[in-house]
């Protein structure tokens, strides 16, 4: 079968990539990876140019925008591609707002919308800092405006209102009167405001938020943030956006976007010429007090020629002076296939082949048929044509696109609309009531979803400090997720945030704890509020902040379903528009992005793949505008391959600590430094390594150093390991010569290898080769009888796999019936045996005609002759690999691997390296491992413990657990991920071929450690896995990392690093080398590694 056949996708499983046409308001705050940069080419280049030429500082007198075009042509997803390319490249702040509200001014309603839409975060392709966040941080960051003492009293200084209003108001008067802001025409108060933001205290950031909403404070509101005049005037609206966007070019040199969208909706209200005029009208006035703003007018082109004609002339020239930019509706065969291509490409995820499978699901004439269509159109034609349903004439396009949702569904739709933006919901100041208000939200999401969602939620108040829930996540998929909920709202000034994250961290423990906060959570810094928030993250902890307009949504959508909920169709548009969903907080908590939807526009995943992903040309996109002096297409550049760009020189991070530098963090790993500012000591708890790690990285990019620097901290604090060696260089720990020290090292790094040489006690072993150290083998270990019926079928699957996979057995009638009989036989022997199952043992049964065997395989050999050709293979098999099978050697047993009970050495640890070289093939190496994991998964049914008392290593991982096959190491390996923890034996997974691992158990490993990879397979593999939990796109990040540098990735935190070297240099040891080292170690009592220092 060709490889195209074999990666070919089914229709059923392409349609639901092609589900949702249509592009959301939630949507536009993420980018989207199905945008194609052709469409609509031209209105993009012209955005761009007007974007460039601002923030170069030439102020153009065109700075208004009209888009228009038919239904279906694609003017929202255009707009969304505009704020992405404006918040990517960092040149503007964009605000939004759709004309579906009724509102008496829209001078107000256009600044309500702007600060709703700087709420969001920030950078399309992360979940990471807001708008209104990053302007703030600008603005107080900047030396030449505010002394990093200032900043750190105003963020940390434990002030009373009135103290703090004093701070904030010399702060602002300081910032004014700089040169910077001489001539600007700026609301003092809103530096003031912004200011109070860094105190990252909800309670503050309330009322900041209404202050900048332009509503009046009541006399307890204006009590906590004194420092703030009271709003008032008729312009107060335009005051306020003046004075952002003039803060928006002076501390960021960015421009302002706004753009209103959906305007044709005003039809819905009556007098839609006299409301069009109003708002057209105002979005002027922004644009003459914003010299640095852009306005953008999104329309039905029938409506904008309705309105047209009752506009003043001088507005038509300006919205016109640009010149109009229609949106052709009819999309090119070209362009049809690159659409469906770019959903296509989403199935990567699964290892599907996008470009066979264009041609393999639709032929070559389907595109030139669908030429001609909108994007809407042309995508609901491909879904209807893979869902089998019939695809109606092209010419009935217009009909069909008009008939859309139920009246009563766009009814609810638009009164819940309206009624969110009428909604002045006061964000309750109690903890215990954002419990409630965050129980009810989930609630609400999983009857959005209840096909796929299941949650339990038990309310929790378990001290006086801190109020949540404990919540229970069951997705369709079997996946289960257990957390304890956390909200911690206090401020971080006086201590009162660090007892609240100090109780999470005690009370947290047994479940995943996540603290979510309405505010930022400050920085890890060496302040007691940050060495907490950086301890409880290194437990394993989850912080998650609830933005102010995630709260007013949940609040808004609860008060409506109240009123709403006996409506007719009220569960079916909840179930269709999901608001809750779109929510990046509910999304994450309960875990959406893991269902699988393919693309939809209400969870993380909505609208776009569940990995965020930065369109190819956008990284190049403003560089090649601004040299080539704006005039060329900024999509005809060439992006080269990751493998084709140079690497960024290290980043000098300074002197890296050995050992942690507190007494308090001695149960730490320390991991390396920070590379962000500061270059902070990275450390790890002990303990989360029971819940696993996996290190990733092309040669050369100091993979195997992090992950013995791992191994030899645990060996000091007496943890013993195992390591699976493939390569012979991890059998360096047994050679005498690199204990030696180095001259002009560092003194502490040299005491401690000394003090990591005479506490361990090295065992190397060598499966295959008799004169080395010798291991042998079983089928299965003793003691299976004493297991659960469910692990005796399970280990007797396993080994029968792995002997099939020895003897060639595939898929041929034949083969599964020999390999049925093996596992039957297996099953028999493991629960009459009470020692260990030999290969004699397993021939002896076939060939003796066991009553129960025979019973048992009656159906599959009636006639006892596969039984008798197997006997023969296992003969031959046995013979062919005589020192596999029948070498003699120590029995293969967990307890002396790590030197417990009889098999400890008084004040040493164990670390035993297993040297797979000597085994030949592939699948020598798969049998002999599968039964060590055999024998890893019994030791862990007997050995439970809630401490780290282990650590496997497994390199190369990708042999063992490879995405494309299923070799007999890979369930076993899959189980004990599974079962290790409840051991304490932590996993750690390496590879330098992360493209051939397989990711479906990633949620097992909390720690990845991902370092500098340049092939491009793995690229789009790590992208899948990982960017929708870490917010990382791995082309972009890890391509260019030095050796030594990683990110950590720890339940959507991530860190990057420079890794500390581990004490000793892993060189390759010659085969003849490693015999000998391992026969020296031979025997615990007989003769012991004498290690050599000077």
């Not at 309603?109 to 992360?126: A, G, I, M, Q």
């Not at 001088?314 to 949106?327: Q, V």
């Not at 065969?333 to 639709?362: H, P, W, Y």
């Not at 875990?591 to 993380?604: E, T």
């Amino acid at each position: 079968m060709s490889k195209e056949a074999e990666n070919a996708i089914a229709p059923a499983q392409a349609s639901p990539l092609f589900e949702h046409s249509i592009t959301w308001e939630d949507d536009l705050w993420r980018a989207d990876p199905c945008d194609v940069d052709s469409v609509h080419a031209r209105a993009r280049h012209k955005f761009l140019d007007l974007l460039l030429s601002i923030t170069s500082g030439k102020p153009s007198h065109a700075r208004m925008l009209l888009f228009y075009g038919q239904s279906g042509a694609g003017k929202t997803h255009l707009v969304r591609a505009l704020r992405t390319y404006a918040h990517h490249s960092g040149k503007g702040y964009f605000g939004y707002a759709q004309m579906s509200s009724d509102v008496s001014s829209y001078a107000d309603f256009f600044l309500r919308r702007l600060v709703n839409s700087l709420e969001k975060p920030y950078d399309p392709f992360n979940r990471g800092e807001s708008g209104l966040k990053r302007l703030a941080d600008r603005l107080a960051e900047d030396a030449e405006l505010m002394a990093a003492a200032a900043l750190t009293e105003l963020r940390e200084a434990p002030l009373d209102d009135k103290g703090l209003a004093r701070l904030v108001l010399r702060l602002a008067d300081d910032i004014v009167a700089a040169p910077r802001f001489e001539g600007q025409e700026l609301d003092i108060n809103i530096v003031r405001a912004l200011l109070y933001l860094q105190r990252s205290d909800p309670r503050i950031d309330g009322r900041i938020r209404q202050y900048l909403y332009g509503r009046p404070l009541n006399e307890l509101s204006q009590a906590a943030v004194q420092g703030l005049d009271a709003n008032a005037g008729e312009d107060r609206a335009f005051e306020i956006i003046e004075s952002l966007g003039r803060l928006m070019w002076t501390v960021d040199r960015a421009a302002l976007v706004f753009c209103i969208d959906q305007v044709e909706d005003l039809r819905s209200l009556g007098e839609e010429e006299k409301r069009f005029e109003k708002a057209v009208r105002d979005l002027i006035q922004i644009t003459n007090r914003v010299p640095t703003s852009i306005a953008i007018i999104s329309s039905l082109e029938e409506f904008y020629a309705q309105v047209r004609a009752h506009l003043p002339q001088s507005f038509i020239d300006r919205i016109e002076k640009a010149g109009p930019l229609h949106l052709a509706e009819a999309r090119t065969a070209d362009e049809a296939q690159q659409i469906v291509t770019k959903r296509l490409e989403l199935g990567e995820a699964e290892g599907l082949d996008a470009a066979s499978n264009v041609t393999s699901l639709f032929g070559t004439e389907f595109f030139r048929e669908i030429a001609g269509l909108s994007p809407r159109r042309l995508l609901e034609q491909v879904q209807m044509r893979l869902s089998g349903e019939a695809v109606p004439d092209q010419s009935d396009a217009g009909a069909h696109a008009t008939s859309g949702g139920s009246d009563g569904k766009t009814s609810i739709a638009e009164r819940f609309d309206r009624f969110s933006l009428d909604l002045a919901a006061d964000i309750p100041p109690d903890e215990g009531a954002l419990a409630g208000v965050l129980i009810s939200a989930l609630q609400m999401a999983q009857d959005e979803n209840s096909a796929d969602v299941k949650v339990s939620i038990a309310p929790g108040s378990w001290t006086s400090e801190v109020s949540g829930l404990d919540l229970t996540v069951r997705l369709n998929n079997g996946s289960v997720f257990e957390n304890r909920i956390f909200v911690c709202n206090r401020g971080s000034q006086g201590g009162a945030l660090k007892r609240q994250i100090d109780r999470a961290s005690t009370i947290g423990q047994g479940k995943s704890p996540i603290v979510v906060r309405a505010s930022d959570f400050p920085p890890n810094n060496k302040s007691g509020t940050g060495q907490s928030l950086r301890l409880y993250q290194q437990s394993g902890g989850r912080r998650l902040v609830i933005t102010l307009n995630e709260w007013e949504r949940m609040i808004a959508l609860d008060e409506f379903r109240k009123r709403s909920r006996q409506e007719p169709g009220f569960m079916a548009w909840l179930a269709e528009a999901r608001p809750l969903s779109g929510l990046p907080a509910v999304a994450e908590l309960l875990r959406l992005d893991l269902l699988g939807r393919g693309v939809s526009h209400g969870a993380a995943a909505s609208g776009e793949a569940p990995e965020a992903e930065t369109p190819s040309n956008v990284v190049n996109l403003f560089e090649a505008q601004e040299a080539r002096g704006l005039q060329v297409n900024p999509f005809a550049g060439f992006t080269p391959s990751a493998a084709e760009e140079p690497e960024r020189p290290p980043i000098d991070v300074g002197p890296m600590p050995e050992m942690p530098e507190r007494e308090e963090d001695r149960d730490q790993i320390v991991l390396g430094r920070e590379l962000k500012d500061g270059h902070e000591t990275v450390m790890l708890t002990k303990s989360i390594l029971k819940r696993h790690a996996a290190v990733l990285g092309g040669s050369g990019s100091g993979k195997t150093t992090l992950a013995l620097s791992l191994i030899e901290q645990l060996l000091l604090r007496r943890v013993p390991a195992v390591l699976i060696d493939r390569k012979g260089d991890l059998c360096s720990y047994a050679n005498p010569d690199v204990w030696r020290s180095v001259e002009g090292e560092d003194r502490a790094r040299r005491n401690l290898r000394e003090e990591l040489g005479s506490s361990i006690d090295v065992a190397v072993y060598t499966p295959g080769r008799t004169s080395g150290r010798p291991i042998g083998i079983t089928l299965l270990p003793s003691g299976i009888a004493e297991l659960p019926e469910h692990e005796q079928q399970l280990l007797a699957n396993v080994s029968s796999a792995a002997l099939g996979e020895m003897l060639h057995l595939k898929n041929s009638a034949t083969h599964q019936k020999q390999s049925g009989i093996l596992s039957v036989a297996l099953k028999l022997l493991g629960a009459m045996s009470t020692s260990a199952v030999t290969l004699p043992d397993l021939i002896y049964i076939l060939e003796s005609e066991q009553p129960e065997l025979s019973e048992l395989t009656a159906r599959m050999d009636p006639s006892g002759k596969i039984r008798r050709d197997l006997v023969a293979q296992l003969d031959s098999l046995r013979h062919r690999n005589w020192a596999l099978f029948e070498g003699g050697g120590e029995p293969l047993r967990m307890e002396a691997m790590l030197g417990l009970g009889r098999y400890a050495r008084p004040s040493r640890t164990r670390l035993s390296i297993i040297y797979t070289g000597f085994l030949g093939d592939n699948e020598n190496i798969l049998f002999w491992v599968s039964q060590f994991l055999s024998e890893a998964l019994r030791f862990c049914q007997r050995n439970p413990n809630d401490e780290l008392q282990a650590v496997i290593m497994m390199d190369e991982a990708d042999l063992y657990i490879p995405a494309n096959s299923k070799p007999a190491t890979k369930e076993p390996l899959e189980s004990l991920l599974k079962r290790a923890r409840s051991a304490g034996i932590g996993m750690l997974l390496a590879t330098q071929s992360p493209g051939d691992l397989d990711y479906k158990s990633r949620d097992q490993v909390t720690s990845w450690f991902i370092g500098k990879v340049r092939e491009d397979t793995a690229l789009r593999k790590l992208k899948a896995a990982f960017s929708a939990m870490s917010g990382i796109d791995p082309a972009q990040v890890l391509p260019h990392q030095s050796v030594g540098e990683f990110h950590l990735i720890q339940e959507g935190v991530v860190c990057p690093m420079k890794a500390k070297r581990s004490l000793i240099r892993a060189d390759q040891v010659p085969f003849d080398r490693i015999e000998q080292l391992a026969h020296e170690t031979l025997g615990n009592d007989e003769q012991q590694l004498k290690l050599a220092f000077w």
